[in-house]
């Protein structure tokens, strides 16, 4: 009893706050779902929150629509009020171990956005900064030769663990490329956007001392492994 207690506690006096940045290919998504599994983690993804608040009908969501379809960045002061939403409510409920945020900061206004909500809700001391490096060449082959379910729509990343896979390990559809990662020009300027944009969030963290930088380019349980480190 005591020992429940006691590890009640610390889950909720010691939240896992992490932050998980990389470039298309990097493997944030296969790293999140298993993070997901082991801490019973919040799973907060920018895309998500966009699209479903997009779905709405009202004046913001219909521009968010437009400005998505044209591939322009979402102003930060939208993202953050999402963003608030989801803290606030996790916050107050009555337990909590703590969220992965995946994919954002995307630019530096929404990092300075970050940095307040995350001081705000007082997790800064929690919170862990962790980089997927991957090379642009990796990220290119990554995102050209990765496949989806045609049945599920599961995303089968393109990794030495993966690459010999012809059927959906979830339930057996036949994977296929996605229709957006066929256009090569699209996928560079994916990559050249993410050094552009996320390259100065990078170098924010880094600066701060907070920044982890783990080798992508591993194995999936080699990743995972050594981001765990970053957790004990
Ligand atoms: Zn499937």
Redesign the pocket.
Known sequence: MMNSILEYQQCMSKPHIIILLGNSGAGKGTQAELLLQTYSLEYIGSGNLLRTFSQSDHFSARKIKQIMGAGRFVPSFLIGSLWTQIFEHIKNAESFAGFILDGSPRRMEEAEVLDEALAWYEWEQYARFIYLHISDEEALRRITHRKV?S??G?TIPYTADTAHLER?P??G?ALVVRADDKDIHAIQSRIAMFKKEVEPVLERYRSKNVLITVNGEQPIAHVLRDIEQQLA
């Open positions: 379910c049945a599920c599961h959906c979830q339930c559809g």
